[in-house]
């Protein structure tokens, strides 16, 4: 319920639900056009409504930042990736959780005023909690290089985060003027409160992860293909299959109707591999994939894991059948591509049509 309660997000979209049931059951009997919708969209122009939105966008996400950076969870092992390049070491190490215990454990800045706020103060005993290895690709990790040698790992951490709010807001801005030209900026301030108040949004700011500049990525490359520019594109999937694997997904949409597009992402992909090859230690590739092998065999199995892979793999295990994550892995990709290949066949003949 906690995180309920924090997100002003559902505060206001359930304010607005009882605001639009009370309009209809008041006009049941009336003449008068009940018009919800309507409704809705003028009261996200009121500025009351839209300060609240925002103070509280602004308050929820600047209590997860503060919280991240006290206690950076998942950043840690991006910065212990990054420190081991600078090093000339393995980003994958084997004492991964004694390496993040002791990123955690340097001089923080204002800990005594943190530590005594009732609120912060849970996050300090969770400090040695990192995690057991380092799961992210190492294009991620080099990426990571530059705000941790500038400000370190806390001061990296909020650099990452803010730089990640940033590429939202911008991300938000370029959807709403391709889609809805000339859009008022109470609505659009409405909008942007509704998506930094969302809980869930906030969370991932704490957590610094690379999913923002996934989707900035992502939206880049829709604008580019909406320009005409099949061939630039393709760049942006490209880089994001190398922070993240399934945005290659993508690679077979471009297969089936951007074949340009699809040849500069496969460029990309060889070009930044083979950066990443040049500047790491030799075999960082294979540790990659076999540490994302023994934490895949780990946590594909867990009840929390919802994705296909551990629905599948739960399922087996109700019925008491063997089952290999790997072999589980691979056949939810496979069975995800060929969805979208039968999606996207239908779909394109009648674009085609048009």
Known sequence: ???????????????????????????????????????????????????????????????RLVTGYINPRDYVQDAVAARQFLRHESLYPADMPAKGAAEVAAPMAGRQWLESNPIL??????????????????????????ALA??????????????????????????????????????????????????SVSSLLRSAQPAVLLLFLILLSWLLLRRGRPWAAGIPIGIAACIQAFPALLLLYFALRYWRSLLSALATVAAISLTVWACTIPGTFPQWLATVDQISRDFIPTRPNLSLAGLVAGFARSLHLPFDAKLIGLLSMALVAAILSLWLKPWLRIQQSI
């Open 121 to 146: 103060r849970p996050e300090f005993s969770m400090l040695a909690i990192t995690a057991p290895a380092n799961a992210h690709p190492p294009f991620l990790g080099l990426l990571s290089v530059p």
């Open 1 to 63: 319920m906690r995180p309920l309660l924090l997100s002003t997000t559902f505060l206001i979209l359930l304010t607005l639900c009882l605001v639009f049931l009370w309009g209809k059951l008041s006009r049941r009997n009336s003449f008068a056009p009940a018009n919800g919708w309507d409704q809705l969209w003028k009261l996200l122009a009121d500025r009351r409504l839209i300060a609240f939105l925002v103070l509280g966008a602004c308050f929820n996400v600047s209590l």
């Open 150 to 199: 500038a400000f370190g790992l806390r001061g990296g951490f909020l650099a990452t985060s803010i730089l990640s709010a940033v590429l939202l807001c911008l991300s938000l801005i370029l959807i709403v003027r391709e889609l809805f030209p000339s859009p008022s900026t109470a609505r659009f301030l409405a909008i942007l409160g509704l998506t930094f108040g969302w809980h």
